[in-house]
């Protein structure tokens, strides 16, 4: 079959559905293949993309649209008309286009007794403005969670979870925003990693931007285009990297001055951003850093990720709640990038909001709790912990400092707050709060919703 941009979009999704394939792992590789222009690279991109985000809103216009509920819609047929609704309602496809080619789509792969039931449903999309398709899936909704649940295509957990981390800094206000903006696709962001031996700037094409970030020392923003043509010729100096991970680990690089020596652990370290940003600290101050993975495929991503600073990092693989055991001197500096849901990075990963579920965050609790524990025991007296996750749910974040805090009363957390404004180019706007923690938000930073809490052991 031919491949055109909307059957690898609609063959990228059945994967996402029917294997819990990974939208972002399975597309770079369907379209490396596939022979497209970078034109229809970009339009498969945004149709799976864009589908797999609003597909919760998507449904509640169909199910309108089709006057029949979609679980009693044919499955081939309700992935295709998806993609036909993220056409016609936001992207703005020209409505012929929209839906005599999205038809063919479903003449190619779908039953053919259901062709003309998309193509009527199709057409009564495109006969109405967005807006109206809107105003009447709102109506009728009585609470705010079931409207911002419609509007945004969030599911309500979800909702209610991150209104809850934003009450902490009194910014309920924000949460539209902050639902608006997991809906559109970050920027590339990029890190340079302190101590380059390359002159990184003279490498960069002339017809390319890149911004400096506001948050990070070492960020960048680019300006689209492909960020091979930065990261390729950097011997992996350059990289992709949210700036909220790289001040993630700069937090604890810079929380205080490295003392020659000084031994680092970054205990969760899969797939090695951040323990490529500690190497480059460490490198950089007379320090060494052991980055532990438990996953070995992901301990080899390690390996690649450090290898600008493989000088100073060494890459092993082990269950970090077994860290004291097996690293009985102890550690000045310990990196416990946990395990978590990963609702901070929502716009990175559009399907992951439809297979999170409430009952995901028990588990992860206890498994950040042991970790954590696990890296207070490691830590040598007068030591410096940041515990980090990508989630902004309070259970994984607030709840497992404050738990840890009452077990260890030899931990004081100190300000990562003020450490940020000390690391941070421009003042970083943190909301209004007693909590010496920092939380980061993709609406207000640009990043990932990021928290870091920072720990020290008394010496
Ligand atoms: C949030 S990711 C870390 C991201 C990483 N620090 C980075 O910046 O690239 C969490 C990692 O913890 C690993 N992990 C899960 N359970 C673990 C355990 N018991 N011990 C050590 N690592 C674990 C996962 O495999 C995953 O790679």
């Given at each position: 079959m031919q491949p055109n941009a909307r059957l690898i979009a609609y063959e990228v999704l059945a994967e996402v559905r029917d294997s819990d394939a990974y939208a972002n792992l399975v597309l770079p590789s369907r379209l490396r293949d596939s022979g497209l222009s970078a034109a229809d690279r970009g339009f498969a991109t945004e149709l799976v993309y864009g589908t797999l985000r609003m597909q919760g809103y998507y449904d509640r216009v169909i199910e309108l649209a089709a006057k029949r509920d979609v679980t009693s819609i044919d499955p081939v047929a309700l992935v295709i008309l998806r993609?036909?609704?993220?056409?016609?309602?936001?992207?703005?496809?020209?409505?012929?286009?929209?839906?005599?080619?999205?038809?063919?789509?479903?003449?190619?792969?779908?039953?053919?007794?259901?062709?003309?039931?998309?193509?009527?449903?199709?057409?009564?999309?495109?006969?109405?403005?967005?807006?109206?398709?809107?105003?009447?899936?709102?109506?009728g909704l009585s609470t705010d969670d079931q409207r911002f649940a419609a509007e945004y295509s969030h599911p309500e957990w979800i909702i209610r979870a991150l209104?809850?981390?934003?009450?902490?800094?009194?910014?309920?206000?924000?949460?539209?925003?902050?639902?608006?903006?997991?809906?559109?696709?970050?920027?590339?962001?990029?890190?340079?990693?302190?101590?380059?031996?390359?002159?990184?700037?003279?490498?960069?094409?002339?017809?390319?931007?890149?911004e400096t970030s506001n948050i990070s020392p070492i960020g960048y923003t680019l300006d689209g285009g492909d960020p091979s043509v930065v990261t390729?010729?950097?011997?992996?100096?350059?990289?992709?990297?949210?700036?909220?991970?790289?001040?993630?680990?700069?937090?604890?690089?810079?929380?205080?001055?490295?003392?020659?020596?000084?031994?680092?652990?970054?205990?969760?370290?899969?797939?090695?951003?951040?323990?490529?940003?500690?190497?480059?600290?460490?490198?950089?101050?007379?320090?060494?850093?052991?980055?532990?993975?438990?996953?070995?495929?992901?301990?080899?991503?390690?390996?690649?990720?450090i290898l600008a600073v493989q000088d100073t990092v060494d890459v092993v693989v082990g269950d970090g709640r077994t860290a004291p055991e097996r690293f009985p001197d102890g550690f000045d500096r310990i990196l416990v990038d946990a395990p978590c849901t990963g609702l901070g990075a929502l716009r990175r990963r559009p399907e992951a909001r439809w297979r999170k579920s409430p009952g995901d965050i028990p588990p992860l609790s206890v498994l950040q709790d042991e970790l954590v524990n696990a890296a207070a025991e490691a830590l040598k007296p007068g030591g410096l912990l940041a515990y980090v996750t990508c989630s902004p749910h309070r259970a994984e974040t607030r709840q497992v400092v404050n738990g840890l805090l009452k077990k260890h009363p030899e931990l004081t957390e100190l300000s990562a707050r003020e450490v940020l404004n000390g690391v941070a180019p421009h003042e970083v706007d943190l909301g209004d709060s007693d909590e010496l923690s920092v939380q980061l938000w993709p609406h207000r930073h640009g990043t990932d919703a990021m928290f870091v809490a920072l720990l020290t052991k008394d010496a």
């Open positions: 993609l036909g609704a993220h056409q016609i309602l936001s992207m703005r496809v020209a409505g012929h286009a929209a839906v005599n080619e999205t038809v063919d789509l479903q003449k190619r792969v779908g039953r053919q007794s259901a062709v003309g039931f998309v193509n009527g449903v199709l057409r009564a999309l495109g006969r109405r403005e967005p807006q109206e398709w809107l105003d009447d899936v709102l109506e209104r809850t981390a934003l009450r902490a800094e009194g910014r309920t206000d924000e949460l539209p925003t902050l639902l608006a903006a997991d809906n559109i696709p970050p920027l590339v962001s990029l890190a340079e990693l302190p101590g380059s031996p390359i002159a990184i700037a003279e490498r960069i094409p002339d017809d390319v931007t890149l390729g010729p950097s011997n992996g100096w350059m990289r992709v990297q949210d700036q909220g991970s790289q001040v993630a680990a700069l937090i604890l690089s810079r929380a205080r001055g490295i003392a020659e020596g000084e031994q680092w652990l970054d205990l969760c370290a899969g797939p090695g951003g951040k323990s490529a940003v500690l190497g480059a600290e460490a490198r950089l101050g007379g320090a060494h850093v052991i980055a532990n993975e438990v996953v070995p495929a992901r301990a080899n991503l390690v390996r690649r990720s």
